[in-house]
């Protein structure tokens, strides 16, 4: 009876593992994000260690490439942004994830609160090597945009971008919640995120998605999948 009790455990957590890459997750909306967040991944049944990669991996990858479009997301990839969101959440909706949805909250983020956003080191490295290529830098958040956002002048002052591009708020378009639009527009060939929906949108693009890992003190609840869909994952990137 124990051994038909603990096959039939083992083949229900194996059932639970499976995942579709043709889910649309929503990339900033806590709660959307289930699973797990295990050093392997299960992918047919099987444990499969995740598939580790570092900076020096990457630019070692693109050595005999011609400089290219490169994609960001913003918040728990380049920036530690939740004292913002944190801050709103206690002001707009405390307890609750309506502050989301609120113009107010995000006129806020954008136009002040990102003052206190914090750059990870993860990503001054990772900008500091596509610069040095010679690539053109863009950065696609999930964020509802504010007409005085100082996101752009913050990103380009605290990486040092020479060529700056405006920040892309793709919440505030019609296809919010999904980037592969603004991916495919520019012809960026990596993008960089934390969440499922950034990967799932590089990959609709025709572009190769990396994860980025969310740092474990973040604000964003939700459980990170890193590698479930076989992607690769940056080494330390939490920090």
């Known amino acids: ?24 997750a929503d990339p900033k909306t806590p709660g959307t994000e289930t699973g797990y967040s295990s050093i392997d991944v299960m992918q047919k049944g099987e444990l499969v260690p995740l598939n580790w990669i570092s900076v020096e991996d990457i630019k070692a990858s693109l050595a ?12 728990d990839t380049v920036l530690f942004s939740s004292p913002g ?18 113009q107010q909250f995000w006129d806020k983020m954008n136009c002040s609160w990102e003052a206190f956003s914090l750059p990870k080191t993860i990503g001054q490295k990772l900008i500091a090597m596509h610069q040095e290529r010679g690539d053109d830098i863009y950065f696609i958040t999930g964020r509802t945009g504010s007409d005085c956002e100082m996101t752009t002048q913050y990103l380009k002052d605290t ?21 592969t639009p603004f991916i495919k527009e520019h012809n960026i060939k990596l993008y960089y995120g934390d969440s499922d929906g950034d990967i799932i949108s590089a990959r609709d693009a025709g572009a190769e998605g990396i994860r980025i890992m969310r ?17 690769k994952v940056v080494k330390d990137s939490q920090y």
């Open 64 to 75: 005999d490439k011609p400089p290219m479009a490169v994609g960001f997301d913003i918040d």
């Open 1 to 24: 009876m124990k051994t038909k009790l603990l096959t039939l455990a083992l083949s229900s957590l194996m059932a639970c593992a499976f995942v579709s890459t043709s889910v649309q």
């Open 85 to 102: 969101f944190n801050r709103g959440q206690q002001v707009f909706s405390p307890n609750g994830y309506s502050y989301l949805q609120s």
């Open 159 to 179: 990486f040092g971008i020479a060529n700056m591009h405006k920040v892309i708020f793709a919440g505030s378009s019609k296809t919010a919640y999904t980037k």
């Open 215 to 231: 740092a474990a003190n973040s604000s964003y609840k939700a459980i990170p999948k890193n590698g479930v869909y076989g992607e």
